[in-house]
């Protein structure tokens, strides 16, 4: 089945840019919901694209919003949270109440395809290292428990032009002189945009991957140590880097919890890479029916990682990127 009419949850983030501009290029009708219209302004020029003022928390608002559409793609998520058990309260909202409440709405709006992106490395068993990966955890199971032609997307971390993870680094070693490091012998598989946003236009129409949880991750794997050093000599700023115990990677963490402005790494954080975010080999990474090969991130990212100490991705320009988005 062809769908046509999609909304997309965290159509601003970004992933959710990505995908809202692949999907009106695929001729696509795209509902945009967001908590401020002005958080839409660079869709908005889209055509195909509407842009809605409502909160996803509002079950009847929700329903609105869903009903005369087909499809609907869930990438809702927040990286750090104050902590609680099993987890914290935006983890809660964020990861869980909103998928169940979403699988709700679709029964009263009669959808019943939905694309739900969650994360790699979480585990069913509710045994995640980390409150984020917990509630990632509780969330898949909202959605596994539902009535609905369900998908779940597990992409490992996800890097772009425009992403807050390499960026990040990039702007970080322009200032350090050395690079301490939590979780530096964690290993990452990351994972192009345009792939992640490729398979999940795919997976919409492919009647194949319905009921199944589908690892995204790219062809190569790195330890957290010798992806931030590639970043630096990219980048041109080279820097030794220095790993942190756990104990003092958590005091890094802590201390960057408290800096004004964004945060750029917490305790949760580190806690998460305690395992690593890797494809488990028992399922499919980017399987045969998605169509979509993922690009290595060593062939991809020099074309337009920043050489310049001030360039378009510094420090400076990750925070104002977070801000602008949560204003």
């Not at 690079?179 to 530096?184: D, Q, S, T």
């Amino acid at each position: 089945m062809r769908h046509e009419r999609i909304v997309v949850l965290g159509g601003t983030g970004f992933i959710g840019r990505h995908l809202v501009a692949r999907l009106v290029a695929q001729g696509c009708h795209v509902v945009v919901p967001t908590r401020r219209s002005q958080h839409g302004r660079d869709l908005k020029f889209l055509p195909t694209v509407e842009i809605v003022e409502t909160d996803l928390h509002d079950s009847a608002a929700l329903t609105r919003l869903l009903a005369g559409n087909d499809a609907v793609v869930n990438l809702i998520g927040v990286l750090h949270d104050k902590p609680g058990e099993p987890y914290g309260e935006h983890f809660a909202r964020a990861h869980v109440a909103l998928p169940r409440r979403l699988v709700e709405a679709c029964g009263r709006a009669n959808i019943r395809r939905i694309i739900h992106v969650s994360a790699l490395g979480v585990r069913l068993d509710r045994r995640g290292p980390s409150m984020y990966l917990r509630s990632k955890a509780d969330g898949e199971r909202a959605i596994e428990q539902s009535l609905t032609d369900w998908t779940i997307l597990r992409p490992s971390v996800v890097f772009g032009p425009d992403d807050q993870f390499l960026n990040l680094f990039a702007g970080l070693l322009q200032f350090a002189p050395v690079m301490p490091l939590a979780g530096a012998s964690c290993r990452f598989q990351p994972v192009y945009v345009g792939d992640v946003v490729a398979a999940i236009a795919a997976a919409l129409d492919e009647a194949s991957t319905i009921g199944k949880t589908i690892e995204l991750a790219g062809p190569e794997v790195f330890t957290l140590a010798e992806l931030v050093a590639w970043v630096g000599r990219v980048s041109g700023h080279p820097r030794p880097i220095i790993p942190l115990s756990a104990g003092l990677g958590k005091l890094q963490a802590w201390f960057l919890e408290h800096l004004p402005g964004p945060t750029l790494m917490s305790r949760d954080n580190v806690d998460s890479m305690a395992v690593d975010n890797v494809a488990s080999g028992d399922l499919a990474c980017f399987p045969a029916e998605l169509g979509v090969r993922p690009v290595a991130l060593s062939t991809i990212v020099p074309t337009w990682l920043a050489t310049d100490a001030d360039a378009r991705h510094g420090v400076g320009h990750y925070i104002n990127l977070r801000e602008r988005r949560n204003r």
